[in-house]
């Protein structure tokens, strides 16, 4: 009766009724691994909940102060009101550390979720026709996140990330003929730049990405709804029906016990593993440094590729037209961009398939797509470990400078032998398959 | 008390179904109920609440030791049950249906038509259509161009001699971190020294400077004299890696060189290795510059003093690093 | 009287004379191939000792880091070699031609903040911040958790190793007494946000994300997305 009521409420003044009844029963195909890119949302709505909680506290300004506060190693240090009110959130503030970490466990659970849903997008050919835009937003999700994550922990001018700071700079600087300008532009003046450098990297991270990201979720969200999510085949799976649970009552319970399980993962993680613990690390100044300084986990493919480049400039008499950091820190990431956002055109001219498709694909479906994929995650599990190398060198002994050498073989040399390893072994897969894959499904063609 | 008894029994009681509606057929396929489902979804639901409350308890009484552990397995533990009691709602509780819908991927081909021929028959007034289209692109552009050009003011863009800036100056003072002046005689073999210039400001690029006593013979590079650059075996380098812009905290210096290695200034953040006695010649990294060398000076007292500016340009490489300074 | 006297003489002399021969032994059967029958070291082997005194003989003895098989081995920690009476036998040996003596360090008397500025200075390019280690170019570089207060400061003043050294000038004795204190500190430190997971930063904690959390939700997702029954 109440319910009734309300609705009708609703609908007389939205006319929405309809659309609430479709959307009711919205058909969500069953598959875990379809679930992975939710695990991203919900990790997206736990860090905007914490970060609004952080900036209620946080100062974003590179003015000095002295600390004088419960933590006793960093009693009476100079520092800037941006670092030492990061230590106050982590001493002073109840429930201010659980915030913090909580938000920086989120950040990094963020993007491996992104990364696994990738992968799942990418092996089972999903960013096909017509998902092709799908594909394209989360592509630009995925970079947008990674420089969101590094402006937020770069932010607090710790030691650490201060150095990462300025890594970025050189690598801005690295690019030809512009970087130095660059450079400039972005922090104001020469490296640590101007005070406000810290206000842009705040609004940046506060304001501007995530709207971007929000705007781009809300995009990509749409697009999959609008041509309707893709799904394994199956006895009763077609190119043409989408079969699973209905958004309401089915899904709805799965999908908000999969936000509350997010949600308690971060928070137990948030209240019981240490992260960035940046009272230990002191606050930056530009002639310090510590060993064993690395960025956050989703930027260690460009710390390795730094590491492994050989050291030269490429320069024209005294003109340097190529600084040293490009080649990992410019050329490699937007090599990976090329690839991701291109593959979809890639494969469909080298296919010559333009069908729709609504079935995904396993991997064993598609030997060279597969093969392409695991190579590329050859070349970036090389930079990616290349970039631990020092630890490798601490706990297992073997000398950093050899290490090198098997990281440069594994990056460039090993990913032709995975691509040849790995079709072969999905089109014997495939040869001992009894079932057709799916072919797709051209708009007005016979059905089969 | 007749009131909460009553209250108790209408939560507990099986509630009275809503009247049938014989008019209408059923939307979802009628499913027995499960009991067991209920009372393991109300016991999570307990257990979730009191995890919360908990929570609030933790919060309220301040103080607790490992207080943010605590709120961390509260809070943790109130949505873990939380979620299962959703999943197993969802498992027992909910009706299961398996629907379908069509994928209806048909393009549109009658409406894609009908926008094409709108905006056509809308351009059937225009007599120089190309003309007006260029002329609204080309606003369009400087529209944009405006709208972009206050970007500029962020930073000194136009010809980055800022980048060039090197404060130091024949006779400015060495000093230590905490500003006490740097003596020849305090520069002690097997150590290392950061030093700034006296009165000056810590963060600028081209203050930090990395001291030492070089012991084993000194090769610095062509047109630099041991006298200018390396008083009594002292050099001064750019602490700023020519790399990515890391300070230089590492100086490998071997008690035994003989049976280890020579001594060098190495960079934490990728280990480009420079050699001190060789005007920090890059040994090993993914440098492609020495670090900048400063001459030096020993002034009556003892003390050093810059003998003018550096070498070459501080800092992470761009594309004039290797042309002359301002 | 007399007699018991020159009794007790005798006897304290033989077992003076038989501890220093013992420490000479025990040089000659262990160190004498690098460091020299007159312990002024031998070239391409090992350096003098004249002049090392208790401060590098008591350091180097009891972390293991000497003897050492080969010159050219890494010195890594581990148990001494030797027993106590050997130890203290083997360090006066050497301390008798020569040196300073083991310092003493009063932590308790120096600043944590003093301590956590000269750490990060001196020694956190190498060492890390929290003391985990690390490497420079050609070796790695050795935690400092296992180390005691006069360790750490026979370190600093000997520069052991590719380990640079810092006299008095450089770190007064009062700064040590800082130092120290914070390096004792970093054996413990206040992890307030729960498992430190080595103190090491995003190292520790990419594997968390991925093998911690990264396993739970693909579990959680599995759990949740059981498929229908077909």
């Known amino acids: 009766m109440i319910l009734r009521r309300a609705v009708r409420f609703v609908d007389e003044r939205t006319g929405a009724a309809p659309l609430l009844g479709k959307a009711l029963r919205y058909v969500f195909p069953d598959h875990w691994s379809f679930l992975l890119g939710e695990i991203a949302m919900y990790a997206f709505l736990v860090l905007v909940a914490t970060g609004v909680y952080l900036t209620l506290f946080f100062e974003p300004s590179l003015a000095k102060t002295v600390y004088h506060g419960q933590y006793a190693p960093l009693d009476g240090v100079h520092m800037t009101k941006a670092y030492a009110s990061a230590v106050d959130l982590s001493f002073r503030v109840k429930a201010g550390l659980l915030m913090r970490q909580t938000h920086h466990w989120a950040a990094d659970v963020f993007l491996v979720a992104i990364v696994l849903h990738v992968w799942r997008v990418f092996f089972t050919g999903a960013f096909r026709k017509p998902r092709e835009l799908v594909w394209y937003v989360g592509i630009a999700m995925l970079f947008t996140a990674l420089l969101e994550g590094y402006l937020g922990y770069s932010i607090v001018d710790d030691l650490l990330s201060g150095m990462g700071l300025a890594i970025g700079y050189s690598v801005a600087l690295s690019i030809p003929v512009i970087g130095g300008n660059l450079g400039l532009l972005l922090w104001g003046g020469p490296y640590p730049g101007v005070p406000q450098f810290e206000s842009r990297m705040y609004i940046a991270h506060v304001l501007i990405f995530p709207l971007l990201i929000g705007g781009l979720l809300a995009l990509h969200l749409a697009l999959i709804v609008a041509r309707h999510h893709t799904q394994f085949g199956g006895p009763t799976r077609s190119e043409r029906r989408v079969g699973g649970l209905p958004a309401f009552p089915g899904y709805a319970p799965r999908s908000i016990g999969l936000f509350f399980g997010v949600v308690s993962m971060l928070f137990l993680l948030g209240g019981l593993v240490q992260i960035n613990p940046i009272w230990l690390w002191g606050p930056y100044e530009i002639s310090q440094g510590t060993n064993g300084a690395q960025p956050d986990w989703y930027l260690g493919w460009l710390i390795g590729a730094l590491r492994i480049t050989p050291g030269f400039d490429l320069t024209i008499g005294n003109y340097t037209l190529v600084p040293n950091p490009f080649w990992g820190g410019v050329l490699l990431p937007l090599a990976v961009v090329a690839f991701l956002v291109l593959w979809p055109s890639i494969e469909r001219r080298m296919t010559g398939d333009r069908a729709y498709h609504n079935l995904l694909d396993r991997p064993r479906d598609n030997p060279t797509r597969t093969a392409v994929g695991a190579a590329v995650l050859t070349v970036l599990a090389g930079v990616f470990f290349a970039g631990a190398g020092d630890r490798f060198d601490v706990s297992f002994g073997i000398p950093y400078g050899s290490q090198i050498w098997f990281w440069r073989a594994f990056t460039f040399v090993l990913p032709f032998g995975v691509f040849w390893l790995v079709r072969r072994f999905c089109r014997d897969l495939a040869a001992d398959d009894e079932s057709e894959p799916a072919t797709g499904y051209e708009p007005g063609a016979p059905t089969a | 008390m007749k009131w909460v008894w009553s209250a108790i029994a209408l939560l507990l009681g099986r509630g009275r179904r809503a009247p049938a509606r014989v008019d209408r057929q059923r939307l979802i396929v009628e499913q027995p109920p499960s009991r067991r489902g209920e009372n393991v979804v109300l016991v999570l639901l307990g257990l979730a609440t009191l995890s919360f409350a908990a929570f609030v308890a933790v919060y309220a009484l301040d103080r607790l030791p490992a207080q943010t552990q605590l709120f961390g397995i509260t809070l943790g533990l109130g949505f873990a049950f939380a979620a299962a009691a959703c999943i197993v709602t969802s498992r027992l509780l909910v009706p299961v249906e398996e629907i379908s819908d069509p994928y209806a991927n048909e393009p549109h081909e009658e409406a894609v038509a009908e926008i094409e021929q709108l905006v056509e028959e809308s351009g059937s007034r225009l007599t120089r259509k190309r003309l007006l289209t260029v002329a609204a692109l080309g606003t369009g552009g400087a529209m944009g161009a405006a709208l972009l050009a206050p970007v500029a003011s962020l930073g000194p863009v136009v010809g980055p001699d800022a980048l060039r800036r090197d404060g130091w100056r024949r006779g400015m003072l060495?000093?230590?971190?905490?500003?006490?002046?740097?003596?020849?005689?305090?520069?002690?073999?097997?150590?290392?020294?950061?030093?700034?210039?006296?009165?000056?400001?810590?963060?600028?690029?081209?203050?930090?400077?990395?001291?030492?006593?070089?012991?084993?013979?000194?090769?610095?590079?062509?047109?630099?004299d041991p006298q200018r650059w390396a008083p009594e075996g002292i050099v001064a380098y750019s602490k700023i890696c020519t790399h990515a812009g890391c300070a230089i905290a590492l100086y490998r210096s071997p008690l035994n060189e003989e049976t280890s290695m020579k001594p060098a200034l190495v960079c934490p953040c990728h280990y480009s290795t420079f050699d001190p006695a060789r005007g920090a010649k890059v040994l090993f990294g993914p440098a492609g510059r020495p670090l900048p060398q400063l001459p030096l000076q020993i002034d009556d007292r003892r003390r050093l003093r810059a003998g003018g500016h550096f070498s070459g340009n501080v800092g992470p490489s761009w594309s004039g690093v290797r042309r002359g300074r301002a | 009287m007399v007699r018991v006297a020159l009794v007790v003489v005798a006897a304290l002399t033989l077992a003076a004379g038989a501890s220093a021969a013992n420490g000479r032994d025990l040089y000659f059967a262990n160190c004498v191939w690098c460091h020299g029958d007159r312990l002024q070291g031998v070239p391409a082997s090992g350096p003098s000792l004249q002049g090392a005194g208790a401060l590098a003989a008591d350091f180097y003895l009891r972390t293991g880091y000497m003897p050492l098989r080969s010159p050219r081995q890494k010195p890594t920690r581990r148990p001494p070699h030797f027993t106590e009476p050997e130890l203290r036998a083997l360090i006066s040996f050497v301390a008798a031609h020569g040196g300073p003596p083991v310092p003493r360090v009063h932590p308790e008397r120096g600043n944590l903040a003093a301590g956590l500025e000269l750490f990060t200075e001196h020694c956190a390019g190498c060492h890390q911040m929290a003391g985990a280690g690390g490497i420079v170019t050609g070796t790695s570089v050795p935690s400092l958790r296992s180390a005691t207060a006069t360790q750490v400061a026979q370190a600093v003043r000997i520069g052991p190793y590719l380990m640079p050294r810092f006299g008095e000038q450089a770190i007064t004795p009062r700064q040590l007494d800082s130092l120290v204190r914070y390096v004792l500190y970093t054996d413990h430190p206040r992890n307030r946000g729960g498992w430190a997971i080595g103190d090491l930063g995003p190292f520790p904690e990419g594997i968390v994300a991925w093998l911690v959390a990264g396993i739970a939700l693909l579990a959680l997702a599995r759990v949740i997305g059981e498929g229908l029954e077909r």
């Open chain 2, 174 to 224: 060495l000093v230590d971190s905490e500003g006490r002046p740097l003596s020849a005689d305090g520069v002690e073999p097997g150590t290392f020294y950061t030093a700034f210039p006296a009165g000056a400001s810590h963060d600028e690029l081209w203050a930090p400077l990395v001291v030492v006593r070089v012991t084993d013979t000194l090769e610095l590079p062509e047109g630099r």
